[in-house]
């Protein structure tokens, strides 16, 4: 198993441009989600699904969107970019709802100037 | 507010002491608590977790952890260090115990000296 992929690794964007960051996952995980990392704030949850169609926000939703359409896909899409989001970001997923392990991908570091 | 503190930005143990890196939440109810592990350019593993039953929970690489009640801490704790054990260590809370909005602490860099 690759367990939870994320690409890309680095991201150089413009205020105000769109992109999207992929996170898949091969374990057939029901529970994925998004956070960020910031410098002396630790990881705060950006958005979360607990399967295939549902997606919910999490603590600093405002500024990206996510959907899930396949068990194994959670993109995440940042819709115009400011420099506040300059941030790294990571992708994780979990079993079932008891599991409470989550597994995190490698990560992407955006950078927004 | 739902919370998770971890007093120490850095913590400096050498190579076969013992090491404890500190953590303590302020949640209502009884909370779900976690430790994780984050080496350099990596993304986060889990390293153990307590649910309920006994206070002592035991993780991966010879961690473990305490979790007391009265005093709403986590520590972890490892009786011989490692220099490879030299990482980011955050604590998390599930304060709603239900899926997995976890709170993260601020972390803590353990360095191991040899």
Redesign the interface.
């Known amino acids: 198993n690759a367990g ?1 992929t994320q690409t890309p690794k680095f991201q150089v964007l413009k205020t105000g441009q769109s992109m999207t960051l992929q996170c898949a996952q091969d374990m057939n995980h029901e ?1 994925m ?1 998004w956070y960020r990392q910031d410098p ?6 950006i958005h ?1 699904s ?1 399967g295939a169609g549902i997606t919910d926000q ?2 600093v939703p405002n500024g990206y969107n996510v959907s899930r359409s396949t068990t194994e896909d959670f993109p995440l899409r940042l819709l115009s970019a400011a420099p506040s989001q300059t941030s790294v970001y ?1 992708c ?1 997923s ?1 079993r079932s ?1 008891d599991s ?8 992407t570091r955006l950078t927004v100037t | 507010a739902q919370s998770v503190a971890q007093p120490e930005d850095q913590v400096n143990v050498a190579e076969g002491n013992p090491l404890t890196v500190k953590c303590t939440y302020s949640v209502s109810g009884n909370p779900y608590l976690f430790w994780y592990v984050q080496y350099p350019n990596r993304g986060l593993q889990f390293l153990l977790k307590y649910i309920t039953g006994d206070n002592l929970v035991k993780g991966s690489y010879g961690f473990e952890a305490e979790f007391n009640k009265s005093q709403t801490s986590f520590h972890l704790k490892k009786p011989s260090a490692l220099v490879s054990d030299s990482a980011l260590y955050f604590c998390a809370v599930n304060p709603q115990r239900s899926f997995q909005k976890l709170v993260f602490g601020t972390g803590t860099r353990l360095l191991v000296s040899p």
């Open positions: 939870v529970y989600s002396g704030m630790g990881l705060r949850l979360y607990v999490g603590e990571f994780a979990s709802l409470y392990e989550q597994y995190f991908g490698p990560g």
